[in-house]
């Protein structure tokens, strides 16, 4: 299908306000969650595991699609303008491609940038709860110890079973989106 360069423009616009609100509405329990022992429900989302997973890569690629289809969007926008050949890296570019590689590169940053930074916003918090619960834990075997007359020096094989079963139950962890982000990282490493 043909565009009127007018028409492309105004596609190209919707397209930049599309991905913005994309950048908007991610959050954690969007497509970060923090989960509570390893076979429990998530914090944020209604949804079992395998389906927040599904959801979240599904929103990440609708974001890289978006991206994706922006890029090829205003490269043939600025090429029906451009017609000046340069080479970068021993490669031919228009000088318009070249542009546009900048500003995708740009937009796949925020994404990234956006990513981590809820990432780490959900590690903070499963760090605060994690040693949170540890002490919980210690003071749960320490109290146990002390009514079986034991000194905590001479903690049993069971006990220390205990204490992992009961840290394992009840400890945090962000179990999906890390390889999203250090693949998007890669792919941009290797495009600069």
Known sequence: ???????????LKLYDKKIE??????????II??????????LYSDLEMDNFKNEAKSYIDSIKQLIKNRA?????????????????????YSIAEAIERKNSIECDKELVRT?????????SKVLNHNQMVENEVDEMIKAQLENE????????KETETLREML???????????????????????LSL
């Not at 969650?33 to 998530?42: E, R, W």
């Not at 090829?72 to 031919?92: D, F, W």
């Open 1 to 11: 299908m043909k565009l009127t360069l007018t028409e492309a423009l105004v596609k």
């Open 21 to 30: 609100k994309k950048y908007q509405t991610l959050s954690i329990g969007k």
């Open 33 to 42: 969650d923090i989960q509570k022992g390893k076979n429990s429900k998530l």
């Open 72 to 92: 090829i969007l205003k490269s043939k926008i600025v090429e029906a303008n451009a017609k000046t050949k340069v080479i970068i890296a021993n490669k031919e």
């Open 115 to 123: 990513l981590s930074d809820i990432l780490e916003n959900a590690k």
């Open 149 to 156: 007359n034991k000194s905590q020096k001479n903690i049993s």
């Open 167 to 189: 840290l394992s139950n009840k400890e945090y962890n962000v179990p999906i989106c890390q390889d999203q982000i250090h693949k998007t990282r890669k792919r941009l490493c």
